[in-house]
Structure formats: C-alpha cells, structure tokens
C-alpha cells in the first residue's frame, strides 16, 4: 500500500485550527462561545484597498506576474521600506509572495542545510519551528520568561549558540506574548550576532504596525550595516493592512540569498495574485490613517483586557508592547476543581474548561513552546470583548 513520508510525522495539527475546530462543534450545538482564538484583524480591508482590487479585475490585470512580483509594487515597498524601516532595499532586493509563509519556508531553505540548529526565542509562533523541521533544521527554543518581559536577552542568545547554529529566527512585536524589541535591546542582540558572524537572520515583522504607547520598534537590519549584510526582513499585509485573505507578503534582504529566496518561492507559488499585488500598492500609495487608527483600537482593547485580567484571581499577564494578543499565566489555577470535578493540571485542562463552562476560547500555551500559559487574542469588538472578559472572571471567582 502507497505509504505517506516520513516527513510528516513531524508535525501536530495547528493547535489554533484545532480550538477553532471545538469552537465551531460547541457551536453548532448551540451552545454561545466566544472566540479569542484567531489570529486576525476583526476590521475589513479599508475601502480604496478593496476597490484597487476590483478594478484590477475590472481591468484585466488578471493574469501571471514575475514570480517575485510586479516591478511596480517592489519599486512601492523599497520606498515603504526606507520610509517606514530606514532600510536600503533596492526593487530588485525584494520578493512579494503569497503571504509571509512562503517567505519564511524560502528564507529557512536558503540558510540551512539538514541538522543546521536554528534558534527561536519561545513562546513562539507554533510556524516558526515547524518551518525550520520542514527545511531539515533542528529548531532550538530558548526560553524569554514572562519576567524577562518575553524578550530574549543577550546572555541567554550567546548560550544557545553552537557550532551548528546557522540563523536566528526573531518575531517583534510577537505572536503570541505581543513583546517587541526596542533600540538597546536590538543592539545588545546584535553585539552577540557580530561574535558569530556565519549565523543567518530573518525577522518577521509582520506585526509592525500594530505597536502601543508610541514606542520604537526599529527593524533590526537598519541598526548595523555588517548585520544587514545577513538579514532578511520579512513582512506582510495580513495584519497591519487588515488583507489576510489577500495573501501578501513581502521581504528584503541582501541581493545574493533574495535571488535565491525569488527562484525558491517561484517554485512554490509560481507568481502571487496580481489582483492582490495591484490592492497592496494602493494599500502602500493610499491614506495610510487607518494604520494609525487600528492600532489605537487594539491598544484601547488592550488595556480592557489587561485590567480585566488583574481582578482574576490566579492569572497573570505581561503588558504587550504590539500585536493583538496577551499571553496570560495561568500557574495560579493549576490544582483548582472544575464545575464536573476534574481538577486542572496543565493549561489545555484550564483553556477546555474555559469553552465548556464558561463559553470563552483560547489557545493553550503549550502550543507555543510555555506552559501553564494560554493566548488571549482581543481581536475582538469592545462590547463582545467586555461580556468575554467577565465570563472568565466569573469563572475563575467560581474554581478558586
Ligand atoms: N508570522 C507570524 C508571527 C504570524 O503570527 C502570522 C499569522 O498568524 C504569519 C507570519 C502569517 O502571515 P501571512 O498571513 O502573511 O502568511
């Protein structure tokens, strides 16, 4: 019998597909849950970005585009770019892809070869490390402790690096804990990096515009030219410009690995949608107040969520710097009893007791490399949020 690969056995399924999974069953039995689960905007796509795609149609701007993307849209992110990062990244250093996934899957095989270590600061998106095991790399999670506000520090980089190190794969402001690096955390990192100078970086920055308290989060390639000379910059347009179902990514980076990172995701994708492609230089070209104004949303939400949380008893956060989401302590309900008996021993104990008594869905830490955590995403409307908030204050009152 025709047998699948080996390969496979390597990976789980997407904790967060399988929450929405539950969510959507408890549903359709009626029962009224919350989802704080997913991770995207709540917001459409603005108007102008919409009507860009529409028209492309309109105008049968409908067909194949170089595999890396059009000339047009390269030449509106090096602008986007310098403007926005400081960054040097001539047209022709750029990939636009369907999505930041593919770029991520096209960096990691241009960088490592099979058992090349890969460092990721954990908690960490679940993609990342599946993405270094799909390239034939070992991923190698340190740990950022809440405490050390998620953000990995200088000395624990340097002890994770070893002779097979050959990338850092950095995540600011993060999925899931929201953490971002400032300046002096970036060039403390980097002072490690330039001691190893065979280790390849790539930074998602795909949260960039969804930072609080106007703080600097620099990219780190516009810090210091010899690390730029090793990074790659990846972005997108699913969360800041609210255009997940687009699939828009872009990166930049040195000239040698984004021609092979090009002739990588060509193979892959063949060319990204053109229809996308035209949105995404409207979404660069257009009024760009929106940005501004969804992230004083999410920041408002926020702080909704965080001074909910710290009435709860036994939950703890972090206040995130960026992105939409908090990843809360949960160690303070572990030994608790549920409402049918069981007593709660790890976070997926907690985030299902959660759904079935108290009809609000999270996402369990141990999908993200620490537990007793979970991740709360305030993608989420402010009433629907409030209402969710209580619930899981009710039901903490009611288990302690
Ligand atoms: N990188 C991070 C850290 C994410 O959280 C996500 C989506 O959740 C992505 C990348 C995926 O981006 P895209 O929709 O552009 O593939």
Redesign the pocket.
Known sequence: MSQLSSRLGQFRPSPTTEMGALVRRLRAEGRDIIGMVN??PDFSTPDNIKDAGIRAIATNNTRYTDSNGTAELRTALSAKFKRENGLDYAPDQIVVSS???PL?HAALLAMIDPGDEVIIPAPH?P?HPDIVQMAGGVPVSVLCPIEAGFRLSPEALEAAITPRTRALVL?SPN?PTGAAYDRHELQALIAVLKRHPDIWILT?E??EHIRFDGRDMPSLAALDEEIAARTVTAN????GYVM?GW?I?FAGGPRPIMEAISSIVGQLIGSPSAISQAAMIEALAGDQGFLQRNASIFQERRDIAVEALGQMPGLRCHVPEGAFYLFVDCAGVIGCTQPDGHVIQTDDDFVRGCVKHAGVAFVPGSAFGLSPYFRLAYSLETGQLRVAMERLRRYCNMIH
């Open positions: 991770g995207e999505g930041n996934k991520l998106w993609s995540n999925n998602d795909i949260y997108g347009a699913s969360k997940t699939r990514g």
